[in-house]
């Protein structure tokens, strides 16, 4: 157990619709990293937060967003959902906010839009 | 451009063997890091390696090895007497270009019995 948290473990839902992914980082982590992995385009890093604030971004569509609250945790914000955004979705926390610090994962949440 | 190359889709040992996993990395930066991590058939992502640029120091953790030469660009893996409990995907990533990882595409370890 890498005592990150994701919820919901799976979600189903509709092309069009708008769902909400959460991230509970470790104890003591402040900064937090969203990973998409699917078929098509492998593993995917999409954005990170330190301590509430955005402090890299990857190929993170715009339909899709994320925020770090003051007690740490992430939440990534998907809209106008289509069939590609199906996808297991990670989360992983780290110490501070060098994105070269060991992260540890959480166990995803499988996102199946039909 | 940024990118990771690994270009063993899939591997199969026996039991024991010894088996090395290949990573190509393409950057212009000079200071980079180099990760390796493991994802069982479980599915959960395991960190198991990083190493920066600077630092060209094989490095061993049990039956894990990790063999980095920049003149080649690449970060390969070797696992020893590999085990059953090998079976994963491993992925190599690239950490660099204004905080962002490229991940290759994964290489897919069976160990048999």
């Known amino acids: 157990d890498s005592g990150v948290t994701q919820t919901p473990k799976h979600l189903i839902t509709a092309t069009g619709q708008r769902v909400t992914l959460r991230c509970s980082p470790r104890?003591?982590?402040?900064?937090v990293y969203w990973y998409q992995q699917s078929l098509d385009q492998g593993l995917q890093f999409l954005i990170q937060y330190y301590n509430g604030e955005e402090r890299a971004k990857g190929n993170i569509l715009e339909r899709f967003s994320a925020q770090q609250f003051p007690d740490l945790h992430s939440e990534l914000n998907l809209s106008s959902l289509e069939l590609g955004d199906s996808a297991l979705y990670f989360c992983a926390s780290s110490a501070d906010g060098r994105s070269t610090d060991t992260q540890y994962f959480g166990p995803g949440t499988r996102l199946t839009v039909l | 451009a940024q990118k990771v190359t690994q270009a063993q889709t899939e591997i199969s040992v026996v039991e024991k063997e010894d088996v090395t996993l290949d990573c190509v990395y393409e950057t212009r930066d000079t200071t980079y890091y180099l990760f390796w991590y493991k994802q069982p058939p479980s599915g959960e992502l395991v960190f198991l390696i990083r190493?920066?640029?600077?630092?060209?120091q094989n490095e061993i953790s049990g039956r894990y090895s990790w063999n980095f030469q920049k003149s080649t660009s690449s970060f390969n893996f070797t696992i020893t007497a590999s085990q059953v409990v090998d079976s994963a995907v491993y992925f190599c990533a690239l950490y660099s270009n204004f905080n962002k990882f490229y991940f290759g595409s994964g290489t897919k370890l069976n160990v048999k019995p």
């Open positions: 190493r920066n640029s600077f630092d060209e």
């Open positions: 104890s003591g982590d402040l900064s």
